[in-house]
Every structure is written in structure tokens, then in C-alpha cells.
């Protein structure tokens, strides 16, 4: 193969679209929601990034997860997310969580012929408690109490279907979570990384991270610092 040829393979490697096939998850508890990402980037079949955060803060109150095109929905949760800053800073309130999935709605919607983005958004709110709404790709927007999505979802939704029960303890359902991102991970080339947790409640958001291992902890000292592991939020005051 010639030399221009190499360069013309680089060339289209280099705008491979950086995608997030991934496992996402959420679900609502006795007391709140819990939100569950890998956190694998891919472009192609190279992996882009081993640690993103696909549990994105959208409001002190309000999180999503997000699968689909990279950029498409970095893009979309920064925009939702200046929206229900503007709302709350003209409101004098917190925002509601249907509020923020309504808007993802709206978006996803119409985008939806050059959008790629699949949409989970979890929080709490004072009118309406815990909630958890799925905004698939297209714009369909359902209230639900468990969602899942993404490439990985494939492979463990008949273990959240048969493991998850309404009104379940918080580390109950932190459990399930983890043991189904473990399995996601094993099975499906496009997910990966590790298991990031966010609980979301009256209280505030706790942040989790666990590791694709036997204990679930790091095996490399420092890490934990580095990937933001046992970080915990309380919500600002206004």
C-alpha cells in the first residue's frame, strides 16, 4: 500500500463519530432515584475514552444518562442544562424534573432527523418526588420506574426486569445496578470502564464509583481520587 494510501485510511478513521455505545440506567427507590452508567466512548471499534461521565448534572436536583452520539448529547445537556439555570434564576424555584425532560423532549424531537441521542433523566422534586423519565431516540418521552438503555441494555434487561421491585431499600437497587453494569460490561465490546453511580435524593446526590472487580474497589492507589470516587453533594442554596 502506497503512502498516500495510509493517509487517506487515517484520514477516514479521523472522522469516525465518537459515540457513547454504553449501558445506562435509572430507577426510583423508597426515598429517591439511582442513576447507573459504564463509562466506555467509542469511535469505530477504537475506544475513545475509559472514563467519561455519562451521569450528567443537569440541576442540583436533576441528573441524566446519556447514549447516543458523544458530541450530540454533550451538546444537549449543556443547552438543557443553561435553560433550567435561566428558569431557576428568573423563578425563584427549583426546577421540576418533568420540566427538564420535557425540554430534552422537545429537543430530541426536533432534531430527531440529525440527532442521535437516547436520553434517561432522574431527580427529585418537592411537587412530585422521585422521578425517572426516558426520552428515547425520536423524542418519545414515558414516565417510568425503571429504564434502561444503550448497547449493553440487551443483555441484562430480563435481570433489572426480574430484580427490581418498586419501593426497594437504596443499596438494594445500588446492588442490582452494579451487578447488571458488571454484566453489561462482560458481554458487550461496547461498554466498558468503570460502574458510576449517582443516588439522587431530598437530600442531595451522593456519587459512586465502582470497579470492574471482584470487590468493586481500586486496585491502583490514587485512583479513586482521580475518578471522583464517594463524592458527595448537598444542594446549593440559592
Not at 452508567?37 to 469505530?44: I, K
Not at 447516543?68 to 425563584?92: F, I, K, P
Not at 430480563?158 to 453494569?181: H, I, T
Request: aromatic fraction near 8%; glycine fraction near 12%; charged fraction near 25%.
Amino acid at each position: 500500500m502506497s503512502n498516500s494510501s495510509w493517509l487517506d485510511l487515517d484520514l477516514i478513521n479521523s472522522f469516525t463519530p465518537v459515540e457513547c455505545g454504553t449501558t445506562i440506567m435509572a430507577a426510583e427507590f423508597d426515598g429517591g432515584v439511582v442513576l447507573g452508567a459504564d463509562s466506555r466512548t467509542t469511535a469505530g471499534g477504537h475506544v475513545a475514552n475509559r472514563i467519561t461521565d455519562k451521569v450528567t448534572r443537569i440541576t442540583d436536583n436533576v441528573y441524566c444518562c446519556r447514549s447516543g452520539s458523544a458530541a450530540d448529547t454533550q451538546e444537549l445537556s449543556e443547552v438543557v442544562s443553561n435553560l433550567m439555570w435561566h428558569r431557576e434564576m428568573h423563578t425563584g424555584e427549583k426546577t421540576l424534573v418533568r420540566d427538564v425532560a420535557a425540554e430534552f423532549r422537545d429537543k430530541c424531537y426536533n432534531g430527531r432527523k440529525y440527532l442521535y441521542a437516547g436520553i434517561i433523566v432522574g431527580g427529585w422534586d418537592d411537587l412530585h418526588g422521585a422521578q425517572v423519565y426516558n426520552i428515547a431516540l425520536g423524542g418519545m418521552m414515558m414516565r417510568e420506574q425503571l429504564s434502561y438503555g444503550g448497547s449493553g441494555s440487551i443483555y441484562i434487561s430480563g435481570m433489572l426486569r426480574d430484580g427490581y421491585r418498586p419501593n426497594m431499600e437504596k443499596e438494594e437497587l445500588v446492588l442490582l445496578f452494579r451487578s447488571a453494569l458488571k454484566q453489561a460490561i462482560h458481554h458487550d465490546s461496547f461498554s466498558g470502564g468503570v460502574s458510576r453511580i449517582a443516588i439522587i435524593t431530598k437530600e442531595g446526590i451522593e456519587r459512586r464509583v465502582y470497579y470492574n472487580t471482584s470487590t468493586g474497589k481500586a486496585q491502583a492507589t490514587g485512583t479513586d481520587v482521580l475518578l471522583g470516587c464517594g463524592e458527595t453533594k448537598k444542594p446549593r442554596k440559592s
